[in-house]
């Protein structure tokens, strides 16, 4: 006999791992990568400048940033009117007014990256236009 005889266990464990995958929705790596980023990640300025905290379990520090957006026509970056609270938990990480940079929100948002110095298009920007609290 060449063949294998699938026996009512094995029969069963299939049926069950069918209906397992069945539910799973899989997408493409495109589609997923820009449904994460969209919502909970922004690009950023630093307005004012932001230190960094003493200790990563200690007082993080606090930044307004104003929020960019990409022109998809000219594919280049705008400032936006909207103003969000960034907060710092990394002992690595200070800026001066008017750095690039990119938060995540998880509670709150967390700035996690800041461009190695300050843009002078975009130093001095008012801090106050929308200050939102929010999340995505």
């Given amino acids: 006999m060449s063949g294998s005889i699938l026996g009512p266990n094995a029969i069963r464990q299939l049926r069950e791992d069918h209906k397992k995958l069945s539910r799973v929705r899989i997408t493409s790596g495109k589609e997923s990568r820009a449904k994460q980023f969209s ?69 709150v948002w967390e700035l996690y990256w800041v461009d190695c110095s300050a843009s002078s298009d975009v130093t001095g920007l008012n801090p106050t236009p929308e200050v939102g609290e929010g999340g995505p």
């Fill in 39 to 107: 919502p909970q990640r922004k690009r950023v300025v630093i307005i004012g400048g932001i230190s960094a905290p003493t200790a990563v379990l200690g007082t993080p520090t606090t930044c307004v940033c104003a929020v960019l957006r990409l022109n998809v026509a000219t594919g280049l970056l705008e400032v936006t009117d909207e103003r969000i609270t960034a907060t710092n938990f990394t002992k690595g990480l200070s800026a001066v007014d008017g750095t690039y940079g990119k938060v995540e929100f998880d509670g």
